[in-house]
């Protein structure tokens, strides 16, 4: 099993900043690609940004130039920074991991996520 646990989250005035994190941990001999989604009440979970293992970003909407995902392989974490937040940024934010067990199983692990509220 691996799991992975969101932190970070919270309430925020409009402008702000909040840094969320997501420590991965068990049976891991490698991860892949790491995401980042969001999902707003009455939505669909959605795409944020991702981050391959050699760093390679992609962000997905009106979070490119605001947000900036980044991990530290050596820890199994990932971050996201998110500056300048919007009320439209309010949701609750998963971490995703894809990666190998070992070299005969592979996972694709989600975290319970984190709330995130942009608020005056």
């Known amino acids: 099993q691996v799991q992975l646990v969101e932190s970070g989250g919270g309430l925020v005035q409009p402008g702000g900043s909040l840094r969320l994190s997501c420590a991965a941990s068990?049976?891991?001999?490698?991860?892949?690609?790491m995401y980042w989604y969001h999902q707003a009440p009455g939505k669909e979970r959605e795409l944020v940004a991702s981050i391959t293992s050699g760093g390679s970003r992609v962000y997905v909407g009106s979070v490119q130039g605001r947000f900036t995902i980044s991990r530290d392989n050596a820890k199994n974490t990932l971050y996201l920074q998110m500056n300048n937040l919007k009320p439209e940024d309010t949701a609750v934010y998963y971490c995703?991991?894809?990666?190998?067990?070992?070299?005969?199983?592979?996972?694709?692990?989600w975290g319970q996520g984190t709330q995130v509220t942009v608020s005056s």
């Open positions: 995703r991991a894809i990666g190998m067990r070992n070299l005969l199983s592979n996972f694709d692990s």
């Open positions: 068990g049976s891991i001999f490698r991860i892949n690609t």
